[in-house]
């Protein structure tokens, strides 16, 4: 399974939307410049993320995006279903029902071991990615590099 670049981007963003000063917002433009993205390819991410509720977007000279929620209201899989959707990653055709001894009357979904493997993982990846908010990986930033909440603030505000 393969997810664009923009889940990345968005995670980023959100953690970097972390150590802003309350009330503050931060343009795209100043995100995208952050990690030298394309901005206008980051404005589509954070509109997803603002349509979602996971960021608030205000227009204007002095608007930009922040968190709509608190970090530890805001999980990892909110995030990827924002940017990639809810769609499951492996769809079941049901080719079995082609194939010999196939049946018409048969679920195959639910029959099918590799379905059911397939779905089996799916659910234990979005469950580790439920489990686990931005505010989870602010603090584990914050304690392996202490000094990244000020150079963010001060990098953001200078861009």
Sequence with gaps: MR???????????????????????????????????PAAYLNKQLQALAKAGILASTSGPRGGFRLARRPEDI??????????GREEAFRCNEILRQGPGGRADVDYRAACLISQAMSGAELAWRK???GRTIADLKAAVEVAFPSTPESTRHHLANV
Excluded: Q
Aim: aromatic share 8%; charged share 15%.
């Design 3 to 37: 997810m664009n670049a923009g889940v990345e981007w968005a995670l980023h963003s959100c953690l970097n939307l972390t150590w802003i000063e309350p009330g503050e917002t931060v343009t795209a433009t100043k995100l995208a410049a952050f990690y030298d993205l």
């Design 75 to 84: 999980t990892l899989l909110d995030v990827v279903t924002a940017i990639e």
């Design 128 to 130: 580790e990615l439920a």
